[in-house]
């Protein structure tokens, strides 16, 4: 158990409201009790991150201020979980990076999948060989949006779109399914007025030649989906950003099949995970190479939008 207290900080481009918990009270679902408390607790973030009694600061503002509310955690000497996308690019990602390196500290990203139970289960079963050689991963993420220019979804300023609102998910997916970094072979984007991606198609393959294809809309319902396939046979995970079931069907040859499913987890949990493996991380002094995968989500993001281009005014 980590001591001290772990900041939730919730900042917009026009207000600021904090509240501090402890990690028992988060980790037995008291989270909802303290955000309804009355009066809020609201203090000014610099005020948190100063804060000798404060070990861990949590990141949930628009993403064009995670980076520098992660530098200026990681200078107090603050362990940081940001929520996804961790940094708007792949040079923001890169510097926080290794300012958390250099200091000792412990840096996440908020990415549910990475922390859920089933997931393990299913790189096992990989592991082990039983679906064969992995080739292909598809996976979709579509939201249906209200439309609104100002909405933070769609706003530039405010590094909007699809792909660093819920593209990370999709790319976190692929990656983990991947055996090295893919390239980005294809992708082609429609953008809403304001100049963001609404939707996408991205087509994605590394040095052994597997392939990952990813859909991405903010004015289309898409189910949250993703596939991996093998040589021997495949597995499909529905909501895979808090999955808690995965059906696998082996397919022994082209006219035989069996299957069955794996279930683990609880989606209700999620936060919980993630809250459970930030305290393993820090009393670790290391995060599992959660962030290397971050690293790799990052560089493709940033691809993705280079193959678009597609620039933020803070690029």
Do not use: C
């Amino acid at each position: 158990m980590i001591a001290g207290r772990i900041v939730k900080a919730e900042i917009s481009a026009y207000s600021v409201s904090n509240t501090v918990i402890k990690p028992k009270e988060l980790i037995t679902g008291k989270l909802a009790k303290i955000k309804a408390a009355k009066p809020p607790i609201t203090v000014k973030p610099e005020a948190l991150i100063a804060d000798p009694n404060v070990d861990i600061i949590y990141i949930a503002t628009p993403h064009t201020f995670h980076y520098p509310y992660i530098k200026k955690a990681l200078n107090a000497g603050k362990h940081v979980f940001a929520e996804k996308a961790i940094t708007v690019n792949a040079k923001q990602f890169d510097e926080v990076a290794q300012l958390a390196k250099d200091k000792g500290l412990i840096l996440t990203e908020g990415l549910t999948l990475f922390h859920m139970p089933i997931y393990q289960q299913v790189q096992a079963l990989i592991a082990a060989g039983k679906l064969g050689a992995i080739n292909l991963v598809q996976v979709n993420f579509g939201s249906l949006k209200d439309y609104d220019p100002q909405n933070r979804f769609f706003n530039k300023d405010l590094a909007g779109g699809a792909l660093l609102d819920i593209g990370g998910y999709a790319t976190a997916f692929a990656r983990s399914f991947l055996a090295s970094q893919p390239n980005v072979t294809l992708t082609t984007a429609k953008f809403f007025e304001t100049g963001v991606d609404e939707q996408s198609g991205i087509v994605l393959k590394n040095a052994q030649q597997q392939l990952a294809v990813m859909a991405l809309s903010l004015r289309a319902k898409q189910p949250k989906r993703g596939v991996v396939s093998g040589t021997k046979g495949y597995v499909e995970i529905d909501n895979y950003p808090r999955a808690t079931t995965a059906k696998i069907t082996y397919t022994a040859d082209a006219h035989l099949s069996t299957t069955e499913t794996l279930t683990a987890g609880d989606a209700n949990a999620a936060l919980q995970y993630e809250v459970r493996d930030m305290q393993r991380y820090i009393a670790a002094g290391h995060d599992d190479g959660q962030l290397a995968l971050s690293h790799d989500v990052s560089h493709i993001m940033d691809s993705v939008r280079n193959a678009w281009g597609m620039k933020f005014p803070f690029d």
